[in-house]
């Protein structure tokens, strides 16, 4: 017998999910269905990401629409785009044997004349996104005074992105005597605020302990110096050949120059933001669930309500700003019961917030080491011997066999192993072997400055000066636009022929270093290091005490475009294939760019800006088909 069966669904709902092979309803469902079913009450439910709030509170709410009255009956408030297409498709789903029962999707970016047209046809249920409801509220596009359901879905992230006012005005204009069921990952200050304001007596589910992580993802962190972050991702992507994962930054130029830079070094990536298009944001989660894209860089908003089945990997690439905005990350994997792992990649600076983390999610990390070159070498060869065993024969090649047989009649069967599984291991041992070990680096460099605390001011060497167009009032008003700093956050600057000297405290010492190195200047590489001088501090713009004689070797700019950037070639490295169709939907030529904002030519090139300057004669990864 179904475990849904005991629920109290009907059959029409009993037979849907039927066809979606559901069999055992999750804890919340559990939990909500028979309360939502048997009560006209009130809700708050908090539940991880991935545990299905959205059949939680769908399949109840459908059984009690009236299909026959095509007045609107309930309205969903999601945070973005992709959450209300997402929802408004899964109770498509489950309503699909009910006749005359219509949900429509209401959100930006689309005609609002064209939504507001398919409500007028008849919507029982309306799934919409704060801002475009409140706009057809305020234009009479639609009414809402006598709903009976009001279901927030996401509640966290829609306040923590600015809709609280949006909420609160949309409510209003909602009866008082409707059920609202709040469902949410976690329950900061606003979201009971929300319920206290709005909701009376409701009924509390709450699965597992509040603000918990999945039982379901592990949690590991890697410690590395700024300037390798990037390095540090390919490896890890590297070591885990069949990854397919969401990679996660904390602002759109990061997210776009970090999908670049992969796409660049071969790497099947795309970039999901807010200055994308609908249609661009469309295409790429097309791609995405269609494995065509195996890295979807994104930052926290535009991935809020992605809904992929078996990303195996959350790839936390910078942390975020709010510590609960991790569990939301987090939950993009080890869904609907399956194990996923969460990766952050930290410096040292950074560790503090690892341990605030492991204290709200009640889930320990490991700490593991970033993989050497020799470790990923093997994996590859192991991953690529598998492969080959695993690939199922297409006969057709059998005629073919005879010239090839020829061809390989000189060698044994030793031999030829040995040759075919070089073709592609040799380029990641010839890439590999000439890379330094971050890990030991990390461990064992004895020339580390000392340690550096939040209010102790730093002072940075920057290979730009003079003769790049630069007095000391220009290159703090650049490092303080470039970083997004406030006026006094950088002082003592120190302008010579060729290279400067300037200050920040030291809890803007990683943005310095992870924005700043290989940030393209027009051409213009910028490499930025920690003075080593301790009466570095004392020095002012006007070159006083800089104790500094001038700089030789390691810090000029590389030009973009040099001879080491081409070496590996696009053609190069792991490809396998290159079909047509991974490159126009996930590469370069889809479009998927969001478009450059800059103020002046000297920060024409910030999209390009990568926190750790690629080496591009790396060898590709093959592309899948």
């Known amino acids: 017998m179904n475990k849904f069966e005991q629920l109290g669904l009907n059959e029409s709902l009993l037979l849907a999910i039927k066809d ?16 939502l079913l048997e009560q006209n009450t009130d809700l708050v ?15 109840p709410l459908i059984q009690k629409i009236d299909a026959e009255n095509k007045n609107t009956q309930a309205l969903i408030l999601s945070p973005t785009r992709e959450l209300c297409l997402q929802i408004t498709n ?60 009001c279901i927030l879905d ?15 005005s949309i409510l209003s ?66 070591a885990n050949p069949d990854i397919f994962s969401v990679v996660f930054c904390r602002t759109k130029r990061d997210t776009q120059a970090v999908a670049e830079k992969l796409i660049e070094d071969g790497y099947n990536a795309a970039a999901l933001h807010g200055d994308l298009s609908q249609a661009q944001r469309d295409g790429v989660m097309k791609s995405f669930r269609g494995r065509q894209i195996q890295m979807l860089v994104a930052t926290d908003v535009a991935a809020r309500g ?61 700490e593991k080491t970033i993989p050497s070159g020799i470790e990923i070498c093997e994996i590859q060869l192991l991953h690529l011997a598998n492969k080959i065993h695993d690939t199922e024969v297409d006969h057709e090649i059998d005629n073919y066999l005879p010239a090839i047989y020829e061809v390989f009649q000189d060698l044994s069967k030793e031999e030829l192993i040995k040759r075919m599984v070089s073709v592609e291991f040799n380029r990641f041992l010839n890439y590999y072997k000439k890379k330094r070990d971050i890990a030991s680096e990390k461990s064992e460099r004895s020339s580390e400055p000392r340690e550096i605390r939040a209010g102790d001011p730093v002072r940075y060497f920057i290979n730009i000066g003079a003769r790049d167009d630069f007095d000391w009032m220009q290159l703090k008003d650049f490092i303080k636009e470039t970083l997004d700093l406030g006026r006094d956050d950088v002082f003592k600057v120190d302008v010579k022929e060729g290279f400067s000297f300037f200050n920040t405290d030291g809890e803007h010492t990683e943005k310095v270093m992870s924005i700043l190195n290989g940030y393209d200047m027009n051409g213009r590489r910028i490499n930025v290091e920690i003075s080593k001088n301790d009466g570095g501090g004392r020095r002012d713009h006007n070159g006083r005490n800089s104790g500094f004689g001038r700089r030789e070797g390691g810090f000029r700019g590389e030009r973009s475009g040099s001879a080491p950037r081409r070496e590996g070639g696009r053609d190069g490295g792991f490809r396998s294939d290159r079909g047509s169709a991974p ?3 996930g590469g370069r030529d889809a479009g998927f760019r969001g478009e450059r904002s800059s103020s002046s030519s000297r920060r024409e090139g910030a999209s390009r800006r990568i926190e750790s300057a690629g080496d591009s004669s790396r060898p590709r990864r093959p592309r899948r088909s």
């Not at 439910?45 to 399949?59: P, S, V």
């Not at 309306?126 to 009414?143: E, S, Y």
């Not at 996401?154 to 609160?168: H, P, Q, R, S």
């Not at 990303?311 to 510590?323: A, K, R, S």
């Open 45 to 59: 439910a908090l539940a991880q990401t991935g545990t299905g709030k959205t059949a939680a509170f769908g399949f």
């Open 90 to 149: 899964e109770i498509k789903l489950y309503s699909k044997y009910i006749k005359g029962l219509h949900t429509v999707a209401v959100y930006g970016g689309a005609s609002i004349t064209e939504q507001a047209r398919e409500v007028k046809r008849g919507a029982q249920i309306i799934v919409a996104t704060p801002g475009r409801m409140q706009d057809m509220i305020n234009r009479g596009l639609v009414n809402i005074k006598n709903i009976d359901f």
């Open 20 to 35: 979606l092979g559901f069999e055992n309803p999750s804890e919340v469902q559990e939990k909500a269905i028979p309360v």
């Open 306 to 366: 992605i809904d992929v089945d078996n990303v195996t990997h959350v790839v936390n690439y910078q942390l975020p700003d709010e510590i609960e905005t991790y569990n939301h990350r987090s939950g993009r994997t080890g869904r609907a019961g399956k194990l996923g792992t969460s990766i952050v990649i930290v410096t040292k600076s950074e560790l503090r917030k690892i341990h605030s983390i492991e204290r709200i999610i009640q889930q320990k990390f490991e």
């Open 583 to 585: 490159r126009r939907e």
């Open 173 to 238: 204009d909602t009866p008082d005597e409707k059920n609202t069921w709040l469902f949410s990952a976690t329950m900061p200050a606003e979201v009971a605020r929300i319920a206290k304001q709005f909701m009376s007596n409701p009924e509390e589910i709450t699965v597992g302990h509040k603000n918990s992580g999945s039982a379901t993802v592990s949690h590991e962190y890697y410690v590395v110096n700024a300037r390798d972050r990037y390095e540090a991702l390919k490896r890890l992507a590297d």
């Open 154 to 168: 996401e509640a966290d992230e829609m306040l923590n992105m600015g809709f609280y006012e949006d909420i609160c």
